[in-house]
């Protein structure tokens, strides 16, 4: 059974850095495409960034372009959300997920939605 499970969020202030962790168990981890996924308060759950099985391939959705960076451990079957500059609206509940490249993108991921982690970003 395919687990997820996220960690990382919290309540910090606009500027500063978050980092976002998420283990994905029970799944052959390495060949699917990995993504990050929020959502805020009444909007619908948002793709923030993915990143194909091996790498090469990575989407950022423009707000966080040059803010927020994906990245992977295949051997750890973990995935992270390197998060700066945080500003207000990046408030959310964030979830990771998995899946073949065109379903992460299209929101549509493998894998059952875990609890997420909450991050806050406020003064």
Known sequence: QVQIVESGG????????LRLSCTISGTTFHVF????????PGKE????????NGGSAVHYVDSVKGRFTISRD??????????????????????????RWGDVLAGN???????GTQVTVSA
């Open 10 to 17: 919290g309540l910090v202030q606009p500027g500063g850095s």
């Open 109 to 115: 991921p493998f894998g059952s939605w875990g609890q």
């Open 45 to 52: 759950r948002e793709l923030v960034a993915a990143l194909s």
């Open 74 to 99: 295949n051997a750890e079957e973990t995935v992270a959300l390197q998060m700066n500059n945080l500003e207000p609206e990046d408030t959310a509940v964030y979830y990771c997920n998995y899946g």
């Open 33 to 40: 495409a990995v993504g990050w996924y929020r959502q805020a």
